[in-house]
């Protein structure tokens, strides 16, 4: 009687370090978290399990690697659905966790106890990134060669490390077998680990701070977790598996033919999630697309935790009723000028044709005929609807992701031969 005691008492304590006995009855609220991080969680178990199914049967070899998944679709039960499910659920934890960073940013969850959390979720973030990444090539078919080759060929435009750091990734000058295994090895390992560490710091420091961040003009009420939160995570997760079975029933995962490094795709493009970053190569030098931004966008994210915020706002969705209108405006201003420069530089300015150094016209100048209008887009807002700095923040924020999106749906849709513009 003892013993099962002391069980049920080990048991307790460890889903106590999960859930408290209660939660604020405010933070429990669909609207709040809208399940996200838990979905994340949940795409990854997923993700292991079926995983792990294709691992039984994966050869991480050039000639096999392909025949290796055609063979599992084909020769295992329900294997084609078992890769649609793994396939697609990693595509959705990529949208997921972008939702989630915005969830966060969004509802002020940011800052003061919670900046270091904000820290561990864009590591989280990348890790998600390069577990798409590393798992993008190892069908082995022609497009993800192609992708896995356009983005490393990317990389090689950062100045000084560019090509070290390409050979270092795939293991030589071109994508070949040390790629493949070394993109397995990280896949099905290191980064599970990584993850699995980084999760596991990211829930404790929200359990440190008491929980999901709740605005301090909301009703405090605390309630029970068990059946009020229980019952609507059991919910979520049974939504969400429902929808990943479905998609994967009627939308198959991509397998053209086996790789070939000697014949091209016209046009041949890096994974999806990567296309902003190849749309900026397209309009702007390497070294401002590859350097310059991502290090500035970099010490921005980092930055903006640090900023002093009234704590009455913490927990405030989009800061104030001003906040949302401005959030609209950036939108409406980042969809005009990205479309617009786009079309500009495509059909009517030839800037690499100037007799100037190219680090000017296609540098330069191109990203003055972004940062000027948009400079004018914040000082307006500052002047003309009394921002304050969170919400000049909020407005550059969403300018920036509202541009990305713009640039990969451009890249997904509306790029073809050649990578030229198509309507």
């Known amino acids: 009687m003892e013993s099962d005691k002391t069980k049920h008492s080990v048991l307790t304590n460890f889903l106590l ?52 998944i055609v063979s599992f679709q084909n020769n295992t039960l329900f294997g084609t659905l078992l ?51 590393t798992g993008y090539l190892l069908p082995w078919d022609q497009l993800s060669y192609w992708a896995v080759t356009i983005m490393t060929n990317i990389i090689e435009y950062l100045p000084f490390i560019g090509e070290w750091l390409a050979n270092l990734i795939r293991g030589g000058e071109m ?31 929200i359990r440190k701070a008491k929980g999901v961040t709740v605005a301090n003009n909301a009703e405090q009420k605390m309630i029970n977790v068990n059946p009020a939160l ?76 640090k900023m002093n915020i009234d704590k009455e706002k913490v927990g405030t969705w989009f800061y104030s009723e001003k906040g949302k209108k401005i959030i609209l405006y950036s939108i409406v201003f980042a969809l005009v000028i990205t479309l617009l420069l786009i079309v500009i530089l495509e059909y009517i300015l030839h800037l690499n044709q100037l007799e100037i150094p190219l680090f000017i016209s296609t540098g330069i100048i191109p990203l003055l005929m972004y940062l000027l209008p948009a400079s004018a887009f914040v000082w307006g807002l500052k002047t003309k609807l009394k921002a304050n700095k969170i919400e000049l923040i909020i407005a550059v924020t969403t300018t920036v992701f509202t541009s990305y999106l713009v640039m990969t749906i451009v890249g997904v849709w509306l790029r073809g031969e050649a990578m030229h513009l198509i309507f």
């Not at 408290?20 to 009855?25: F, I, L, Q, R």
């Not at 890769?83 to 990529?94: D, T």
């Not at 070939?260 to 902003?276: C, D, E, H, R």
């Open 17 to 68: 370090h999960l859930h408290p006995k209660k939660v604020n009855g405010q933070a429990i609220k669909y609207t709040r978290t809208f399940g996200l991080g838990g979905i994340n969680i949940l795409l990854f178990l997923i993700l292991a399990f079926t995983g792990l199914l294709l691992r039984f049967s994966y050869m991480p070899t050039p000639e096999n690697a392909y025949d290796s």
């Open 83 to 133: 890769r649609n499910i793994h396939h697609w659920s990693a595509m959705f934890m990529v949208v997921t966790a972008f939702l989630h960073l915005l969830r966060v940013f969004y509802s002020q969850s940011v800052y003061y106890e919670r900046k270091k959390n904000w820290y561990y979720g864009l590591v989280l973030f990348i890790i998600v990134l390069a577990f798409n990444f």
């Open 175 to 205: 994508v070949n077998e040390n790629t493949l295994l070394n993109f397995y090895n990280f896949h099905t390992a290191l980064l599970p680990i990584l993850f699995a560490v980084f999760v596991t710091l990211h829930f404790w420091l």
């Open 230 to 305: 229980i019952s609507k995570e059991i919910i979520v997760a049974l939504f969400t598996i429902a929808f990943i079975v479905l998609v994967a029933l009627f939308f198959d995962a991509p397998l053209l033919e086996k790789a070939n490094p000697m014949v091209s795709p016209n046009p041949s493009k890096a994974p999806w999630y990567f296309l902003g970053f190849q749309e900026l190569l397209i309009n702007l030098h390497p070294i401002i697309a590859t350097l310059i931004l991502p290090a500035a966008l970099t010490f921005f994210f980092i930055y903006i935790p």
